[in-house]
């Protein structure tokens, strides 16, 4: 079986045993937080992953930056940036939004060529917007609602209508049809090390600041979800139009 048809079939695994673990919990405390009745697991799940993050991701991610040129480490971000541009494109064309879409498309075109592969962010200088669309928001722009927070293995963050958006989004990843499998791994395996390497300051802010890392994750994670669904200008939460 390709590894194709078995990545949704985990991320379809994780969203049953979301679905299960939801219709069997148990409000243990006086107050849970209504979009994270998984607390429990979601915290268990977080501290997995902050306990690989230290042993293996975040050391790779310092080695790999420590001996990446900074020329080179901004080409291998662009490129994959570039790649990404490609299935933002096809989910603001999901969305009917045209303008975005266009914007898109024109990025891939002149990245891909005069940018050299993506390697080179022409079209960021030529003042051509870039649009970070995926298949969550666009269930979000088509009024699906994001459903229970949930804490994935290694991936880290999500909802159930994340969740979902991820299997759309592996068929829509160029990646994932390159025909060589070890060229394949590789760019997946390169995209996670520069992504985490990217990400170092900011997890070391986190550590710093956060008296709960878990729960200022969490936070952070749907408000900025619920403003990437309505392009930074979402409505009023409910509790924000009870108030005088």
Known sequence: MSHKKIAP???????????GLSGCA???????????????????????????????????????RAITPRPVDHSITNFFTNLDDVTSAINNLLQFKLHRAASDVGRILV?????????????????????DEDFGQTLGAWGVGPGPYFVLPI??????RDTVGLVADWYTDPVQYVNDHDVRYGLVALRGIDTRADLLSA??????????????????????????????NPP??????DEP
């Open 26 to 64: 148990t409000i243990e405390d006086d107050y849970r937080d209504p979009r994270d009745p998984l607390e429990s697991y979601n915290r268990a799940m977080h501290t997995f992953n902050d306990e690989l993050d230290k042993a293996i991701l975040k050391p790779l991610a310092k080695g790999y």
């Open 155 to 160: 991936l880290g963050p999500s909802t159930i």
């Open 111 to 131: 990245n891909s060529t005069i940018g050299i592969l993506g390697f080179f962010d022409v079209a960021s200088n030529m003042n051509m917007q870039r649009y």
């Open 203 to 232: 997890s070391k802010v986190l550590e710093e600041a956060a008296l709960d890392p878990y729960g200022f994750t969490r936070d952070a994670y749907l408000q900025k979800r619920r403003n990437d669904v309505y392009d930074d």
């Open 9 to 19: 079939r985990v991320l379809a695994l994780l969203l049953g045993i979301l679905l």
């Open 236 to 241: 009023p939460e409910p509790e924000e139009l």
